[in-house]
Each structure stands twice: as structure tokens, then as C-alpha cells.
């Protein structure tokens, strides 16, 4: 005779969960078939290895085998895609004139400026080899970018707070400026900006052993470059192009400015301001829950124009 235990135990062990039933119906079809199931677990396996490879750091192959399943300026955080707060951001810093260097699924970033109704509608550059590096995709703004004036040139994966876009817009100009966060975890992922006397001297992920500064800190990819900075980053960013090392990262192009000395770059400290970079489904996560918290709202002054163009 069967204690109540052993009762509820069966009963758990008949009642299987809704996916197991799923299961079932779904390889009832393979009975009788050469297909056993350790096929569909090997098959499993290696569908879950890829997915957890594809948001590895490493090379820009993998990042954009992760993109081919989402497209990261339209994550949305406080009901606002990545997208619309940059342009919220530039707008209230008295930014209007945007371009945006696109590749991967651009038809979807044109859909959200179409729901947006954003005036003056973004321009759009199209980066038909977006699976490369990110120096090509610079490379393709590169017409748009050398029209004359200053030009800030900004990752789009980022969730940042006003002061971060107020500290790169600051000032009258013509200037060079990079933007220094202090407070950042080591490791390998984080792009290191190092200082000496004041001078941006390195931009890299690994620093060579013997370098030498006095400050350190994580590059929060965003720059600021005056007429001739920006020509003379467009003329590095093609060599890189033409050199065939089009699958590089467009920081590479700007370290290459920054080590020149021919340019003078002001840093702007901008530790304790919240933001975060958005590479890692991990990322998506603590940008919800722990830097959206910490964002001051957007003044209200262009809350209130914004609100008249919806």
C-alpha cells in the first residue's frame, strides 16, 4: 500500500509539464525513423553552444552573429529605444543635424525614426559589409563626417545619462575631446583610456606592460573632433580600408589620432555619471535594472517641444 508521499510522487512523475507534452507530439512524427535521441540532443547541444559562443567577447564575427537576433539601438528601457534617447539627448544638447551609419537590419532602425515622426529625420548611411569591422562603418560616414564643423561620433548601443552627453557637447568649440569613466572593472573587455600630464597617450582593450600614466580609466565611445581632426580620422580610417584591415574596430583608427600628438585632446571626467555599454544579454539586464534607475530625466524644457511633435 502506497504512502500519501509516494501517491503525490506518481502523481508528479504523470503529470508531465506542457513542454514535455510538447515534446512528445513533436518527435512522435521521427518514430520508426533512422533518427534517435541522442541526433536530437547532439543537435540541441550544438544549437545551445552557438548561441553562447555568439555573445562571447571576441571577434566582430561573433557579435554579429549575436546581432542577427536582435538590433541594439532598439532595445527598449522606461518604454524608449536606445535610438529615441540619443536623439533625445542630442536635440536637448542642441544637437540636429544626425547621421547614422547603418547596416545590419537598417530597415527596422527606419521603421522606429517613421514611428518616431523625428524632425529633422535623421540622414542614413548604409554599410552593406556591416558583418566587418566598425572602421568600415566609419569609413562609410566618412563623406557625411568631413562637411566642416565638429563632429561627435558615438556608439548607438549605449543607455547613458544627460550629464555624460552634456560633458561631450560643452563649449563653443572647434575642439577634440574624449571621455574618461574612472570608475570601471578591469578585465579584458573594457577599451582603456590612459592618461598622462593630461594627455591622452593609449585607447586599447590590452595595454602593454611598461606603459606608463597617471590615470586610467574605460573610453565610453563617444568623441568629439574638430574639422581636422574628423579629415584626418576619415584619411586613418581609410587606410585601414584599403590595407584590408576593414574588420577592425574604429577605435583603432582614433588611438592612431590620439598617439599622432598632431591634434590636441581635451578629457572630460565624466566618473559617476551612470551609463552602460550594451555588448552581453547580462548587459540588458543591468541596464534595466541598474542604471535606468540612476538617469536623470531629460529636461523638461525639450520634454515639452517633444511633446508637441507627437
Request: charged share 25%; net charge negative; aromatic share 6%.
Amino acid at each position: 500500500m502506497s504512502t500519501p508521499e509516494e501517491i503525490s510522487c506518481a502523481s508528479r512523475v504523470v503529470q508531465q509539464p506542457w513542454d514535455a507534452r510538447l515534446a512528445r507530439r513533436l518527435v512522435t512524427p521521427l518514430k520508426d525513423t533512422g533518427i534517435t535521441p541522442n541526433h536530437l540532443t547532439t543537435i540541441r547541444l550544438g544549437v545551445g553552444l552557438a548561441a553562447a559562443a555568439a555573445f562571447l567577447p571576441g571577434t566582430y564575427a561573433w557579435s554579429n552573429l549575436a546581432a542577427l537576433f536582435l538590433t541594439k539601438c532598439l532595445l527598449q528601457f522606461g518604454g524608449m529605444s536606445l535610438l529615441e534617447r540619443h536623439l533625445r539627448m542630442l536635440k536637448s544638447a542642441g544637437v540636429e543635424d544626425v547621421v547614422l551609419a547603418l547596416g545590419f537590419r537598417h530597415e527596422r532602425v527606419e521603421a522606429e525614426l517613421d514611428r518616431l515622426h523625428w524632425r529633422p529625420r535623421p540622414e542614413i548611411v548604409l554599410n552593406p559589409q556591416f558583418e566587418l569591422g566598425s572602421v568600415l562603418t566609419v569609413h562609410t560616414a566618412a563623406d557625411a563626417m568631413t562637411r566642416g564643423g565638429d563632429v561627435l561620433l558615438m556608439d548607438a548601443d549605449v543607455l547613458y545619462d544627460q550629464r555624460i552627453a552634456n560633458a561631450l557637447v560643452a563649449g563653443s568649440g572647434p575642439l577634440n575631446r574624449v571621455l574618461i569613466d574612472r570608475d570601471f572593472e578591469s578585465g579584458d573587455e573594457p577599451v582603456k583610456l590612459c592618461i598622462r600630464d593630461g594627455v591622452p597617450i593609449e585607447l586599447r582593450k590590452q595595454l602593454a606592460a611598461d606603459l606608463k600614466y597617471d590615470t586610467i580609466g574605460e573610453s565610453v565611445g563617444f568623441f568629439r573632433f574638430d574639422s581636422t581632426g574628423t579629415r584626418r580620422l576619415a584619411a586613418l580610417v581609410a587606410g585601414y580600408v584599403e590595407s584590408g584591415r576593414a574588420n577592425m574596430p574604429h577605435e583603432e583608427a582614433v588611438r592612431d589620432l590620439l598617439r599622432e600628438r598632431r591634434q590636441t585632446f581635451e578629457v572630460a571626467d565624466v566618473t559617476g555619471a551612470p551609463w552602460i555599454e550594451i555588448d552581453f544579454p547580462t548587459d540588458v539586464i543591468r541596464a534595466a535594472h541598474e542604471v535606468l534607475p540612476q538617469l536623470q530625466p531629460l529636461s523638461p524644457d525639450i520634454e515639452r517641444l517633444l511633446s508637441c511633435l507627437e
